[in-house]
T-cell receptor, first 117, second 118 residues
């Protein structure tokens, strides 16, 4: 399978714990995005990488959220001191970076569903 | 600010009926792209189509067709002869021209849940 891979698929944790999710993009894609989707809503953009550079992070929900893409391949999203309101599906997407970048379709993984007890 | 509105929250149709999903967008840019994605019960978002702001030609792909009208800021999606496998949540999304090191992030509507009844 050469699609976007995310793990774990499900994460259940207690309030206050830290969690980390991993995303492996499609191999030839240099752009990587993180989104959050809550029940009944469309995905909401969080952050974006081009290769290893995080070019947009102002939409991260709070300073408890951080993301890395250390070698320009896989990425991790960490949430520190989780709260009840962090329960959601976290989606990763990747796309090709070209001059027509905005027109390149983003391909999504299956997501990681986070449940905070 | 960019915005995407999908006014239909849920639609139910009987198999073989045609159905149109509405999408209205707001943007201040002259260059932008519009997308439709399908999210079946399994959860993965599946890319269906993209349209750039300079191309108002309608597109047909099998049972799917898309009507883009800049004059009304709409990008509607029609499924002809619907099938049970079409049951899913459908999202319309907008990507705008970046400023500086723009991110091309997608702004999604809230989605329309389509149920096709056998």
């Amino acid at each position: 399978d050469t699609g976007v891979s995310q793990n774990p698929r499900h994460k259940i944790t207690k309030r206050g714990q830290n969690v980390t999710f991993r995303c492996d993009p499609i191999s030839e894609h240099n752009r990587l995005y993180w989104y959050r989707q809550t029940l009944g809503q469309g995905p909401e953009f969080l952050t974006y990488f081009q290769n290893e550079a995080q070019l947009e992070k102002s939409r991260l929900l709070s300073d408890r959220f951080s993301a890395e893409r250390p070698k320009g391949s896989f990425s991790t999203l960490e949430i520190q001191r989780t709260e009840q309101g962090d329960s959601a599906m976290y989606l990763c997407a990747s796309s090709l970076g070209t001059q027509a970048g905005m027109g390149q379709p983003q391909h999504f993984g299956d997501g990681t569903r986070l449940s905070i007890l | 600010a960019q915005k995407v509105t999908q006014a239909q929250t849920e639609i139910s149709v009987v198999e073989k009926e045609d159905v149109t999903l509405d999408c209205v967008y707001e943007t201040r840019d002259t260059t932008y792209y519009l997308f439709w994605y399908k999210q079946p019960p399994s959860g993965e978002l599946v890319f269906l189509i993209r349209r750039n702001s300079f191309d108002e030609q309608n597109e047909i792909s099998g049972r799917y067709s898309w009507n883009f009208q800049k004059s009304t800021s709409s990008f509607n999606f029609t499924i002809t002869a619907s099938q049970v496998v079409d049951s899913a949540v459908y999202f319309c999304a907008l990507s705008e021209s970046p400023s500086g090191a723009g991110s091309y992030q997608l702004t999604f509507g809230k989605g329309t849940k389509l149920s096709v009844i056998p």
